[in-house]
């Protein structure tokens, strides 16, 4: 069949929103043994992104990125079908952060839910999202990554609070039939990688009790060479394997848009897909690791540098493990 005669799910805006709040390098080095030096080597990281205030939660990030959204593509909210909000740290456990940000934005005629596929959140619920697109089941489909990572960071300890920023971003869903649009995703997961990237305590295996609380367990756990070892193997074989079923060559490619976890968990990607640096999107130098919104907040800052037609290969690790990679063709 041709592809130009199939619907193909499309993004047609693309929406983004940090916080004020800069938490440097600099400032972390007050907190914990660390320094500014140590961190932009190893991570690539010079500042993070914190929201502050209380009963902030993650529908705030994705409440003001949806708000955008819709004005900026003069969406009106009644006619979205779905809204899909990929995050790791929820407002609460229930109801979903989607129905939050829905009712807040006045998506009144969307279902709604959230996703939990760690940092590989946002292409999950991209290649989610355009199932309902391809099937005809929806014609407005909103795509939301957002994280709160500070609430669930442990500031004493210095492996991971350098990494975790907050912020997110969304992106509308529409039918393409110009051959524009998510083309091919692959996607994997393997549950044994439990033990390498974690949260102790806070699910219905473990509540939270006086003891998992003093024990400081509801904090990111991670093995942090574990995880870079799967990431670089993982992610880079994912990235590789849909340019080679799509028959692109490194050239056909404008841009590479990574999951921002680490600059040379990137780097290392980009050389195994025979990608030049220049066609990498990389913001991790201001906002660190915002989990499910690092892809949309590359997309969004470097929109003005995408032109229809052109082609992505997006591509994400996170903890599950999950990975995998999203190839489309970019439609405005």
């Keep these: ?70 004005e900026k593509t003069g969406t009106d909210p009644k006619t979205v079908d779905l809204l899909i909000c990929a995050t790791t740290t929820p407002d609460m456990q229930f109801p979903a952060t989607g129905n939050i940000i829905a009712n807040a934005v006045g998506a009144a005629n969307a279902f709604s839910f959230d996703l939990q596929a760690g940092c590989s959140g946002f292409i999950f619920g991209l290649s989610t999202g355009a199932q309902f697109i391809e099937t005809g089941r929806c014609r407005k489909v909103v795509v939301v990554g957002a994280d709160k990572m500070s609430s669930i960071v442990d500031y004493e300890d210095r492996t991971t609070c350098i990494i975790f920023g907050d912020g997110g971003g969304a992106v509308l869903l529409e039918p393409a039939r110009d051959g524009m649009g998510i083309l091919d995703t692959i996607l994997k997961s393997d549950g044994s990688g439990e033990t390498f990237l974690h949260m102790k305590a806070g699910g219905s295996r473990r509540p939270a009790t006086f003891e998992t609380v003093s024990a400081r367990e509801h904090y990111v756990y991670q093995e942090g060479s574990a995880v870079y070892k799967f990431a670089v193997k993982n992610m880079a074989d994912v990235a590789v394997t849909i340019m080679a079923r799509n028959h692109l060559k ?69 903890a599950g493990f999950t990975w995998g990679a999203v190839y489309l063709r970019w439609a405005y």
């Design 1 to 70: 069949m041709n592809e130009h005669h199939t619907t193909k799910a499309a993004i047609t805006g693309i929406h983004a929103w940090v916080p004020d709040h800069i938490l440097t390098n600099a400032e972390l080095s007050t907190m914990v043994d660390t320094s500014d030096e140590w961190i932009t080597t190893r991570t690539g990281i010079n500042e993070r992104r914190i929201l502050k205030g209380e009963d902030q939660g993650t529908s705030v990030i994705g409440i003001a990125a949806v708000r955008g959204l819709l």
């Design 250 to 318: 490194p050239d056909d490619i404008a841009f590479l848009v990574p999951h921002q976890a680490n600059k040379r968990i990137i780097d290392a990607t980009a050389e195994k897909m025979g990608i030049s640096p220049d066609r990498i999107m990389l913001n991790i130098h201001k906002y660190g690791n915002t989990t499910s919104g690092t892809i949309p907040l590359c997309l969004f800052d470097y929109k003005d540098r995408l032109r229809r037609g052109d082609h992505l290969v997006l591509a994400a690790f996170g």
